[in-house]
T-cell receptor, first 112, second 107 residues
Framework: SAVISQKPSRDICQRGTSLTIQCQVD?????MFWYRQQPGQSLTLIAT?????????ESGFVIDKFPISRPNLTFSTLTVSNMSPEDSSIYLC?????????FGPGTRLTVL | TQLLEQSPQFLSIQEGENLTVYCNSS?????LQWYRQEPGEGPVLLVT?????EVKKLKRLTFQFGDARKDSSLHITAAQPGDTGLYLC???????FGAGTRLTVKP
């Protein structure tokens, strides 16, 4: 299994500001994934973060809005920039291990 | 991108009833995974189905992979309130999820 923690667990932010979400894994992993889960909906993949290279973004997501860092094999950050109320969601990181995806508990973001 | 459709989107039943949730695609998958997500937590893997026609059982949950590996179903027997949650299917190598089925089991 994998133990994944995220910080913060929740936050309430003003529009126009930015929030950086941290994801820490208990062991080294090559790939990490960032998802968004809007209220009452499924998970949407934002980007794949590989250590040592730029993140790969899915259609509809851009680096200027969701910059990602991957400084080492156990840590990643996702920044939600210039926030608007439409960014209110749960943001989750995940890692693959042995054909299983392990997820962090999520960061619940509310933008006013 | 391989799209996954899930049905029903919402399901509310009484304790003790049976139910089936479906995951369908026009694409062939090498394998499919089912996850359950409870409020305030990330999804947790329930099962991976790999072989066309495969049936896997996990206590009261029965998972089936279609012969053509384009669809899958999850059947719950004698549902309990603890089964309440969001059920998601995903292509095992695709990292993308279906829309999910939100199940509520009333005591």
């Amino acid at each position: 299994s994998a133990v994944i923690s995220q910080k913060p667990s929740r936050d309430i932010c003003q529009r126009g500001t930015s929030l950086t979400i941290q994801c820490q894994v208990d062991s080294q992993v090559t790939m990490m994934f960032w998802y968004r889960q809007q209220p009452g909906q499924s998970l949407t993949l934002i980007a794949t973060a590989n250590q040592g290279s730029e993140a790969t973004y899915e259609s509809g997501f851009v680096i200027d809005k969701f910059p990602i860092s991957r400084p080492n094999l156990t840590f990643s950050t996702l920044t939600v920039s210039n926030m608007s109320p439409e960014d209110s969601s749960i943001y989750l990181c995940s890692v693959p291990r042995a054909d299983t995806q392990y997820f962090g508990p999520g960061t619940r973001l509310t933008v006013l | 991108t391989q799209l996954l459709e899930q049905s029903p989107q919402f399901l509310s039943i009484q304790e003790g009833e049976n139910l089936t949730v479906y995951c369908n695609s026009s694409s062939v998958f090498s394998s499919l995974q089912w996850y359950r997500q409870e409020p305030g937590e990330g999804p947790v893997l329930l099962v991976t189905v790999v072989t066309g026609g495969e049936v896997k059982k996990l206590k009261r949950l029965t998972f089936q992979f279609g012969d053509a590996r384009k669809d899958s179903s999850l059947h719950i027997t004698a549902a309990q309130p603890g089964d309440t949650g969001l059920y998601l299917c995903a292509g095992a190598n695709d990292m993308r999820f279906g829309a999910g089925t939100r199940l509520t089991v009333k005591p």
